[in-house]
């Protein structure tokens, strides 16, 4: 079983959305073997740096949609968006600074609880706006 698993209650049923968050749940994934198979600094670095580059990838697309549909709460989500791209930032940098003392099962746990918890508590919350304004589903 992989690390993280997708289902069906993650599904937003925005097409551009779900494969994003796909994307970063193979992320997690991709990262978890490389640390668990004991995979060089190296790798598990540019895994990382993908991560971080993906989420915020993720994060203005997700955003522009937002705005596109006209969600009323798109700077509180926004916000929140900012605040965990700052932290996942700052812990890339921890493991860049000093991989030997880098917790990686907890920043694991954390990626794990942070993703499905914004999916189904933040994310779920604009849905029916966004699919109101058929957006982000070409
Ligand atoms: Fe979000």
Redesign the pocket.
């Known amino acids: 079983m992989p690390f993280m698993e997708w289902s069906n209650e993650y599904a937003t049923g925005i097409n551009d959305i779900d494969n994003d968050h796909q994307a970063l749940f193979m992320f997690v994934n991709d990262l978890h073997d490389k640390i668990s198979s004991g995979d060089s600094q190296e790798a598990i670095a540019e895994t990382l740096a993908g991560l971080v580059n993906y989420v915020n990838v993720h994060?203005i697309r997700?955003e522009n949609f937002m705005d596109e549909a006209g969600y009323a709460d798109l700077e509180d989500?926004a916000e929140?968006?900012r605040r965990l791209s700052a932290r996942v930032f700052g812990l890339k940098e921890q493991f860049d600074e000093a991989p030997q003392d880098f917790d990686n099962d907890a920043f694991l746990e954390f990626l794990k609880g942070w993703l499905t918890g914004?999916i189904l508590y933040?994310?779920m919350d604009y849905v029916p706006v966004m699919k109101e304004a058929k957006v982000g589903e070409k």
């Open positions: 994060f997700e989500h929140a968006h914004h933040t994310d």
